[in-house]
């Protein structure tokens, strides 16, 4: 009858693994990180400022300073309303 002796594990094999297992969770807070950067990329793709630039005239052509302007976004029905500056 043929016993068998146990095995020690190897340093060396138990070192590696754990080298592995710390390179895998590397690349998984990696790839986390690089994920959440473009979340917020494109998060910032939707962007609330917008500019409007013109002239309010009369109907002679003449400048009307302080004019109110009310701005709607046909999309959404959303108005705004300003004066001018000058």
């Given at each position: 009858m043929q016993t068998s002796a146990k095995k020690e594990p190897n340093p060396c094999q138990?070192?590696?693994?754990?080298?592995?297992?710390?390179?895998?969770?590397?690349?998984?807070?990696?790839?986390?990180?690089?994920?959440?950067?473009?979340?917020?990329?494109?998060?910032?793709?939707?962007?609330?400022?917008?500019?409007l630039l013109g002239t309010v005239t009369d109907p002679s052509g003449a400048a009307v300073p302080a004019a109110t302007v009310q701005l709607t976004n046909e999309a959404t029905g959303a108005t705004f309303t300003t004066s001018t500056t000058q």
């Open positions: 138990t070192q590696r693994s754990i080298s592995d297992n710390i390179a895998a969770m590397g690349l998984g807070i990696t790839r986390l990180f690089a994920l959440c950067l473009l979340a917020a990329l494109c998060a910032f793709g939707q962007g609330t400022t917008s500019r």
